[in-house]
């Protein structure tokens, strides 16, 4: 597994290592050692999440407040995103930035956002089914979301027309007035 930091350094772009031939591939989207080691961190996960979503739906920015904080490992099983995460702990030097990439069935890309990172993803197929394994169980209490398209984060979102959001994604909070870290 080739892990790569993005603009925010703890966000972490992984490849793993797939095996191919004629009868299809093979790889481990996870193993813990391996990921331990690729990531230089050691992180128990306790829930995985499972989505589908149709073209141009947009999720997110998502994230818990301590102490049910979540870092997330993301993947693509069908179609493709656009992955964001957005840096909301205060004492880091990229708090405000955000860091995005493409992740894909096809490009078994994966994305580590630990803990402190608000997470959104945009649908670029005609259907996507995201995976995503969690450090914290979900509390409703905890979480909270940003707007995705607040003008001070300036998210560069590869849009093809207007967003699909949920109630809750256009209810988000300003980044100025969003609980942080």
Not at 63 to 78: E, F, I, N, T
Not at 99 to 113: C, K, P, V, Y
Not at 152 to 172: N, Q
Request: glycine share 8%.
């Amino acid at each position: 597994m080739k892990a790569t930091p993005l603009s925010i350094s703890d966000v972490l772009l992984l490849e793993p290592k797939v095996f191919g031939d004629a009868r299809g591939f093979f790889y481990e989207s996870y193993n813990r050692a391996t990921f331990g080691e690729a990531a230089g961190i050691e992180v128990d996960f306790v829930q995985d999440n499972h989505s589908r979503s149709a073209k141009n739906v947009l999720r997110g920015l998502h994230y818990q407040l301590p102490p049910k904080a979540q870092g997330k490992l993301v993947r693509v099983v069908l179609g493709e995103v656009f992955d964001v995460a957005v840096d909301i702990r205060r004492d880091s030097p990229t708090f405000g930035r955000w860091a995005g990439a493409t992740l894909s069935a096809d490009n078994r890309r994966q994305l580590w956002i630990p803990p402190g990172l608000a997470h959104g993803f945009l649908v670029l197929s005609e259907y996507a089914e995201f995976l995503y394994k969690t450090t914290e169980y979900y509390a409703p209490e905890f979480e909270r979301c940003i707007l995705w398209n607040d003008p001070s984060l300036a998210i560069d979102w590869p849009l093809d027309g207007a967003p699909v959001l949920s109630a809750k994604d256009c209810a988000g909070a300003s980044f100025a007035e969003a609980m942080r870290f």
